[in-house]
């Protein structure tokens, strides 16, 4: 019993270093970046400082094998971001509404990409019947999703298929679910060089793929989504 005890221990404490151990290793690894950009450029940091206009809005997925810049070779400054399980868009998100917003109306970003991924665990999880907790309400956009295409995904078998079918389908309901806000609507009567679209990144190959659904004007939007701003209230 006495060693049992001792053993578990000694392998909590390795836990204990390894993580101690990617800890610190983030912020070597942040000094080592430093180094290289200063290398490179010795006023890298004095230009970063003085601002961003980033022409391109990023929603993508939280998933860690998924970061916007790395993906796409862009630096910093160049992509503004916005991510969260399975790249949802909800009107009833002020998170994302705000970076939406921001990135629109101050930095007039002229692309908002949302960006999903093949074998999306977020996704898989709303195809499934368990229980997560608190998340279940999140993915319960996906199953909406899923609602919208069951003529479609019912037919597919192979469960992969199904998941990565979805993914595409949501990346297309979530860039539509864009289209529909009084920000992306009142943008377009102001201007025409703002477009949406709607990417999926293939992690078995590193590719993104176009899911060629881009819309640059409210055309697209049902009559019942369509808000006119010379129509306000008036009481
Ligand atoms: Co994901």
């Known amino acids: 019993m006495k060693t049992e005890n001792k053993k578990e221990v000694v392998t909590t404490t390795d836990i204990k270093l390894a993580q101690k151990e990617s800890y610190n290793a983030l912020l070597s690894g942040n000094r080592q970046w430093v180094n290289e950009q200063l290398k490179a450029d010795p006023d890298y940091f004095k230009k970063l400082a003085k601002g961003q206009s980033p022409g391109v809005l990023w929603i993508g997925c939280s998933d860690s094998r998924v970061p916007a810049n790395q993906i796409t070779s862009t630096k910093p400054g160049e992509v503004f ?57 999140w993915l319960r956009h996906i199953k909406d999703v899923y609602r919208l295409h069951s003529h479609e995904l019912d037919r597919i078998t192979d469960n992969e298929t199904k998941v990565n079918r979805l993914v595409e389908l949501n990346v297309m309901e979530q860039a539509y679910n864009l289209c529909k806000t009084t920000i992306i609507q009142n943008a377009w009567k102001e201007r025409s060089d703002l477009e949406v679209h709607g990417w999926i990144i293939d992690i078995k190959s590193g590719l993104i793929k176009d899911l060629k659904v881009t819309t640059g004007g409210p055309d697209i939007l049902g009559y019942v989504y369509e808000l006119n701003s010379e129509e306000l209230a008036v009481h």
């Open 81 to 137: 971001v916005h991510r969260n399980i399975a790249n949802v868009c909800s009107h009833s998100d002020m998170n994302m509404l705000s970076v939406l917003d921001y990135a629109v109306n101050v930095l007039k970003v002229k692309h908002v990409i949302v960006a999903g991924h093949y074998g999306c665990g977020g996704v898989a999880a709303a195809l499934s019947h368990k229980q997560f907790g608190l998340i279940d309400n």
